[in-house]
């Protein structure tokens, strides 16, 4: 059996394994917000490996990711369950989407309830778009799809930073956050999801619209932060939104991502500012 200390240093191993992106920002949090965050990010990053798989079926992953939001919706998650509703698949898997009991395991006790609760209404609308093979016709599709994928997870921060410090941000204002988050993915991956046959822009839509889009939803990112005022809250949503617009930019001028050396210095200048 692993001490609570053990498990902590898996997740953040995992958590570095996972993410450029959220990594640095959890890791600059205070030790109660870190452990909740990283185990929330692995929660809905274990599902998210299902909903992306290149190898899984639709309707398999439909099927899983259903079971996973029952399973997630019980009082007490069964973990075994799990284990032998992935077990099929599990060769088809990453690690991270196969430990989501380890993950839970992870979050303080007196919020746990709230992971399994976003996570599982992440689940359940990832299992919808993967039955529709993600046909994004409207904004409108883009607005659910992009909702379920990224937006909830602005929410579910939102919902962390009150319950830490009483911190109140515009719940609408994580939505846009997280979309304009995914927004950034959609376009560094379009040549990558036209190869499989999959493409997340509204039919008529242009490349331009695209752009449109994100950058319209990192400006609600932008103004999500005015409710901010604590330091390390603060950081940890400016970077991953800075790194964001950075990219935007880098696919502008033509290039597929920042350098690491970017990345680097971005992280750098924003924790000299904040």
Known sequence: MQTEKQQQKEAMKMLKDTSRTFYIPITLLHPELKKTVASAYLCMRAIDEIED?????????????????????????????????????AAELPEVALRLGDWLDTCPP?????VKQ???????????WAEQNWNIQTKEDLDSYTYYVAGLVGVMLSDIWEWHDGTVTDRDLAIGYGRGLQAVNILRNVEEDAERGVSFIPKGWT?????????????????????????TILLFCRIPLALAEK????????????????VEETVARIQRDV
């Not at 331009?208 to 990112?221: H, I, K, T, V």
């Not at 990219?247 to 970017?262: N, Q, V």
């Open 207 to 231: 490349l331009d619209d695209m752009f449109d889009y994100a950058e319209g939803n990192l400006r609600l990112g932008r103004e999500y932060m005015n409710g901010v005022s604590t330091k």
């Open 110 to 114: 007196d919020y746990v309830h709230k």
């Open 53 to 89: 798989s290149e190898i899984l079926a639709n309707n398999v992953k439909a099927t899983l990711l259903k079971q996973t939001e029952l399973l997630l919706e019980q009082e007490q998650f069964d973990a075994a369950a799990y284990e032998k509703l992935t077990a099929p698949v």
């Open 118 to 128: 976003f996570t599982a209404e992440m689940a359940g609308g990832m299992a919808y």
């Open 247 to 262: 990219t935007l930019k880098a696919l502008k001028d033509g290039r597929e991502k920042m350098s690491r050396a970017e």
